[in-house]
Structures are given as structure tokens and as C-alpha cells.
């Protein structure tokens, strides 16, 4: 099943600077549980407790976690306040780089010097506030779950939709089995006319030579055999009692895809098995229609957990 939740925390980094940190989870279809995670190098320590919360919570689905974080708004009124608070320039460091770049345009005096946005992104320039590791670990993992909490929420919202979309399927085929399962004898009585009236064509050469007493009673058994092989009462049964299982499964909680795609294969397996046993035009498009409800409810299916 499909989901999506976010949330997000605070970090304090010191100096009363403060960052925003989000957390968003992500969930497509998968028939087993595959985790994926997203962290900065701040968020990392959290990641071990959020495995165990999401695989507490779901049993298949690739899921992703991704986590960002920026400085909190009030952040330029802080460095107006404290100008060391968003961080402090390395001195032996600035003025190393400056060294090297005199050599360097004492070499190439053609070269551009160094902008304020290239000095500032030299390894090591600025000395930034980071917080503690214990404070952005436990605001990933307040957050993690908060989200984990807010996927499960519009899965369950999903699954409730799906669940209804099933029913409604569960309901057509039902429909097509109490109008057909009542017109099957008369379809069976009807074929069986036709038989016995072929039957007693191929076999009116014999008819002189073994007397017409032994012909019937040849063509009633055989009439006799075949009713027995097209026989469609069984199959019927386990429809209504596959049928039934779907709704019980649906109207149940906890996992419930593993169950139905096994449900789905019996259904299927009688379809096809009141189609091979037809004996009409309308038996035969009947198990076609419940065939193809069949491949919309498996489709729908994979998208349950």
C-alpha cells in the first residue's frame, strides 16, 4: 500500500540557534518489507530505532525515510544578537588560504581571486553550531515516529477504501452466481437432450443389429456419465465459501494480502472450472465475467498489506 506522513522537531545547536528538522516516511507496494534511509550525517544515530519502529508497525511495502534540516527562521535575528552564534571563521585557516592564493597568482596572474562564497565553503573555514548528538537523535526519532504514526493513518485510510472497492466486486460475483446457479439444471437437461440425440444418430447403424432396447440403455449411461462430469454444484459451494472468506478477511483487522492473494487463486481455479465444465453460451459468459472480476479484485489486492 501506497502512504506518505511527515513530521517535524527542533534541535537546539548552541548559542540559541536553533534548527528545523523534518522527517518524511514514504511507502509504495512491495510483497516484502523494504526499508531505505535518507539521514544527514546528525541524524544517523537514529537510525537503528527507526528500522525497529517501522518494522513494528509494517510487514511489507518498501518504505523510505528522509530527514532535512535548516536553520530556524529566527536564526538572522540570533546573529544580529551574537555575531559568533551561526558559527566563527578559522583564523589559521583563513590565513593559510590567503598565502596560498598569493603564490598561486604570483604563478597565474591572470587568476580570479577568491570570492566571499569561495572562502566560506573551504573545508574547515566556518566553525558552525551542530548541537549535541543525543539531541538530534532523539528529535529523529520523535519525528520518525511521529511520521511513521502519520503513513499509518492515510494507509489505514487507503486500506478502508480498497476494502470497499472488494466488496463491491465480492457483491457482482455473488449476483452472478445466485442468477446462473439456478438455470444450470435446465442448462444440463437441455444439453443432455442434444447428447441423446447425437448419440442415437452415430449409433442408428447398430441399432438393427443389437436391438433398440440395448442402444438406449447404452445412450442413458453414457448421458448418465457425462451429467456427472459437468457437474457444477461443487464449484458453486466453494465460490460462496471463498466469497465469504474475502468478506470475513476484509471486515477483520490486522494483514490480510497474504490471505487474499491465497483466496484469489481458489477463486480463480473455479472459474476456470465452471468454464471447462460449460454447457451453454450462458454458463461460458458467466465464468468469463466472474474471470475477469477475479483479475480486478487480484490487482487491487497487491495493493493491501
Sequence with gaps: MTG?????????????????????CRAV????????FRLPDECRGA????????????????????????????????????????GSLNQDRLDALFTLQEKAQLAFPKAQELSIADILRWPGMVSEPRGEEEGWIVATVEAGRAAITALMISRQAEGQALAEVLKKITAKMRAIVQVLEPQVPQFVAQYQAKLTERLAEALASQEQAKGGVELMERIRQEVVLYAVKIDVAEEFARLKTHLQAVDTALAGKGPVGKRLDFLMQELNREANTLSSKSVSEECTQAALEL????EQMREQVQNLE
Design 4 to 24: 506518505y506522513g511527515s513530521a517535524s522537531r527542533q534541535v537546539s545547536l548552541g548559542a540559541g540557534v536553533v534548527a528545523d528538522l523534518q522527517v518524511e
Design 29 to 36: 507496494n512491495s510483497r516484502f518489507l523494504d526499508l531505505g
Design 47 to 86: 537510525e537503528p530505532a527507526l528500522r525497529e519502529s517501522v518494522s513494528q508497525s509494517l510487514s511489507r511495502g518498501k518504505v523510505e525515510l528522509r530527514a532535512a534540516w535548516r536553520l530556524n527562521s529566527g536564526a538572522a535575528e540570533t546573529a544580529k544578537a551574537n555575531p559568533h552564534a551561526l
Design 291 to 294: 474471470k475477469l472480476l477475479i
